[in-house]
Each structure stands twice: as structure tokens, then as C-alpha cells.
């Protein structure tokens, strides 16, 4: 790090002296609120949501751009029991994060009394001292008052037990700051707060960030290839209404993204053919839909997504593919991109 001069006294450019950039985490049971508020900080739909737990593979960027700071956010999946290679692997990535990043945001839903989820994941992370840790409680929104400062209090309690002191305890509601969350609060508590309290997160993470200049671009929202992006995109829409069993086997592959030949310039395509590989022929049916209905459904609405994230008009080229077993084969693993 370079180091910090004292104020010089003509005060030009105190922006650039006081200026800090960083990596922050959110971490939390599944379901737990961390890829909406990752969303809903950045602005945009750059890590994928769902109502179903652990649909977050890849470690996305989402990055925070602000005046005084530039934040960012390394989206991880839940820490949980393995019980395939995948899992083991998982739970790898999310501790090899925790002791890489400057700050830790621990989510825990305010609707949901602690469980032994999130005491189990709390003593991780009072096992890993030197990173500062930040309690959020998300969806504030369905819960009253009464319910949620329970929360803080069972929350700071919970600290105290383990030994560990939380930089922060921050309410949150990512509903009505997020582009595209779309869900209806439950009306209960002060729906429409929700990018003040975003912001208010922000605020509060800035000042545990390292002094440094930007070290992004302005206005880069993702250092994820958008190859990846867009295969997140396209597993959301796959995993939507599917059954229980099915979540863990769905993988998507984007092969080829290219603009279309012979286009005038004005009126741009761009082909995507993509791969969504599941691990039995069985589950080919539940996928593809009577006469291909779901299928066609899933390349509509995420083909949506993808436009207005790529900014172009496109076409979504997918198959469904059999790799069988593929969570339990390191090669396979490899080649699906964990
Ligand atoms: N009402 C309300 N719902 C929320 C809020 N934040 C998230 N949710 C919902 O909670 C569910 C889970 O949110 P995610 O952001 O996918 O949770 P996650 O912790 O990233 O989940 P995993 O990827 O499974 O680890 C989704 O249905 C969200 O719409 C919030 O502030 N208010």
C-alpha cells in the first residue's frame, strides 16, 4: 500500500488521498438475502436470485461505484454440509474469500429466528480474526419493529457468545432498491426504504475498505466474462418452477456468443448457443416441457435478461444436454467451469 501524506494544505485533491477500494463478502445460510443485496448495491441484475437455496456457482463481482469509494463484491455460495465433490469444493471457495476479502457481511434474514445454520457459519467467521464483520439483517421488510429489534439484540448476543465483535449491526431491505427484484413486500414493515438502507450499507462498509485508488474502471459493474453472466442468467430462468431434486443438477454452458453476419449496423443480433446440462436422461423431460414448452420458456426469459444486460438485441440458441453424474466427476466439474 502506499503511504498516506499528511493533508497538504492546499486541499486540491482531498478525494484522491481519501479515496478507498476494496473486497467485501457476503456470506449467510441459503436463502439469505446476500445475491438480491449484491444486486441491489451494484444497481443492477449482475448475480443471479431465486426463492430456491444455493443457486449462486460462481464467485461474481458486482463492483460499487461511489465518490469516496469503489466496492467490491465477491458473491459466494452458502457454506454447507458437503456431500459431493461440488460441496467440498463450494465450501473451499467460500473460505479461501473470507480470508482474502477487507470486509465480511454476514446476512441473516430478519423474518428467520437464528438456527444452528447461522451459528454454525458465525463460528467460522469468529475463527477468522483479522477480517471485520458486518451483521446485516435483510429483509427488514417482513417483519415489525418488535420483530426486528429481537433480531439485533439476539444477533449482538450471538457475537458475545463467540467471542467476536461485529463492526456493524445494519438493517437492510433490498426491496424497492433493486432494478428487477420485482417481489412485493409483505406490507408489514416500511417497504420502500429499501435504497436508502442500501446506501446506508455502503456507507458503512467505506470506512472499513483500505485507503487505494479506484481499481476498476468507472462504470465496469463485473469483471465476470459476460460468456459466464449469461449462462447464470439462463440457469435462473431454468431453475424457476422446477422441483426440488432438480436445482443441484442443472448447469449451463454458453459455447459461442457472435455478432451475426450481414446485420446493418443499426439493427445488431447477436447468436448465443448454449448448453444446459443436467446429470440424467430423466430429467430431460422436466427440463424440455410437453412439446418443448418449458424449454421455450426459459430461452424467452432469459433472453430478456440478457439483452438488457449485454444492451443488445439477441439469439438464444439452447440445447439440453446429458453429462451424466457430473457433480461427482472432477473432469466434468472442470469442464462446466467449477
Ligand atoms: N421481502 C424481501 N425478500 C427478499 C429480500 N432480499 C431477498 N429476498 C428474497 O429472498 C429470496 C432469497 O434471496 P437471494 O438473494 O437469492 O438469497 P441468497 O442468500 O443469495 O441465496 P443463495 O444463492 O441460495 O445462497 C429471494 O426470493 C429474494 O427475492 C428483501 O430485502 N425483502
Known sequence: MVAMSAPSPAESEPQATDHRAGFACFVGRPNAGKSTLTNALVGTKVAITSNRPQTTRHTVRGIVHRPDAQLIL????????????????LNDVVRTTWAEVDVIGFCLPANEKLGPGDRFIAKELASIKKTPKIAIVTKTDLVDSKQLAEQLIAIDQLGKELGMEWAEIVPVS???????????????????RGAGQVDLLAELITPLLPKSPALYPEGDLTDEPEQVMVAELIREAALEGVRDELPHSIAVVVEEMLPREDRPADRPLLDIHAFVYIERPSQKGIIIGPKGKRLKEVGMKSRKHIEALLGTPVFLDLHVKVAKDWQRDPKQLRKLGF
Open 74 to 89: 465477491v458473491d459466494t455460495p452458502g457454506l454447507h454440509k458437503p456431500r459431493t465433490l461440488l460441496g467440498e469444493r
Open 174 to 192: 433490498a426491496v424497492g432498491a433493486e432494478e428487477g427484484a420485482g417481489r412485493s413486500p409483505s406490507g408489514k414493515g416500511g417497504g420502500g
